[in-house]
C-alpha cells in the first residue's frame, strides 16, 4: 500500500532562512506527487507537483526516486509561508480519477 | 478558478439524528468528488470516491451504510452521516475534479460536525 511521510510536525524557522519540508513516499508504482498548502483558516490548495516542474511562491521540490523523497524547499522564508504543508501521492486508478494519500503534516512558522 | 463550496460550514446534531453535507462545484462540472475526514491536528484520510451517476467506492474501513454519498449531478455530491454519535464529530472536507484535469482537485472549505 502506497504511504507517504511527512517527519516533521513543526519547522519553526526565521524570516529569510531557508526552509525544507521533508516528504517521503512508498508506492511500488510510478508516482505523482503534490504538495499541498493550508493556510490560517484556509481551505486545502495546490502548491505545485512534480509533473509540471515549477516554482510556486519561491517554493519548488524535486522529485527524487532514489532515495523515494520529494522535499519542498524555500531559500529564503517569509512570514506569510507560515502555514500547514502537506505532501500528497497521488495514485492513477485507470481513468477514474486521482486518489490522493496525504502525508501528516508539517506546521510551518515563520518568526520576524 | 475554480471553486467548491460546503454547506453547511458547521453544524451541530445529537446522539443518533442524521445530518446531510453539501459539495458544489461552483464553476465547473466535477465528474470525480472526493470526501475526506480530518481529525483535529491530524492529516486528511480519504473516506470515499464519487462519481457523478454511479455508486462511491469507499476506502477500507469506512462504513458505506453510515456515510451515504450520492453524487446525483456533476456539480453536487452529498455526504449523510446516518445515526451520528460522537465519535463521527470531525472536519468532513470535500473536493472535485474537473474532468479537464485528471490531476487537480479543488477542495472545499470543509464542514465540522460536532454530535453531542
Known amino acids: 500500500a502506497q504511504r507517504v511521510t511527512q517527519p516533521e510536525k513543526l519547522l519553526s524557522v526565521f524570516k529569510g532562512a531557508p526552509v525544507e519540508l521533508k516528504c517521503n513516499y512508498s508506492?511500488?508504482?510510478?508516482?505523482?506527487l503534490f504538495w499541498y498548502v493550508q493556510y490560517s483558516r484556509q481551505r486545502l490548495q495546490l502548491l505545485l507537483r512534480?509533473?509540471s516542474r515549477e516554482s510556486i511562491k519561491g517554493f519548488t521540490a524535486d522529485l527524487n526516486k532514489g532515495e523515494t523523497s520529494f522535499h519542498l524547499k524555500k531559500p529564503f522564508a517569509q512570514e506569510e509561508d507560515s502555514a500547514m504543508y502537506y505532501c500528497?501521492?497521488?495514485?492513477?486508478?485507470?481513468?477514474?480519477?486521482?486518489?490522493?494519500?496525504f502525508g501528516g503534516g508539517t506546521r510551518v512558522l515563520v518568526k520576524p | 478558478g475554480a471553486v467548491v463550496s460546503q454547506h453547511p460550514s458547521w453544524v451541530i446534531c445529537k446522539s443518533g439524528t442524521s445530518v446531510k453535507i453539501e459539495c458544489r462545484s461552483l464553476?465547473?462540472?466535477?465528474?470525480?468528488m472526493f470526501w475526506y475526514r480530518q481529525f483535529p491536528k491530524q492529516s486528511l484520510m480519504l473516506m470515499a470516491t464519487s462519481n457523478e451517476g454511479s455508486k462511491a467506492t469507499y476506502e477500507q474501513g469506512v462504513e458505506k451504510d453510515k456515510f451515504l454519498i450520492n453524487h446525483a449531478s456533476l456539480t453536487l455530491s452529498t455526504l449523510t452521516v446516518t445515526s451520528a454519535h460522537p465519535e463521527d464529530s470531525s472536519f468532513y472536507i470535500c473536493s472535485a475534479r474537473d474532468g479537464r484535469d485528471i490531476y487537480e482537485q479543488y477542495f472545499g472549505p470543509g464542514t465540522r460536525l460536532t454530535v453531542t
Open positions: 500528497a501521492l497521488s495514485l492513477m486508478i485507470k481513468a477514474a480519477g486521482n486518489k490522493l494519500t
Open positions: 464553476d465547473f462540472q466535477a465528474t470525480t
Open positions: 508506492y511500488s508504482g510510478s508516482p505523482e
Open positions: 512534480h509533473i
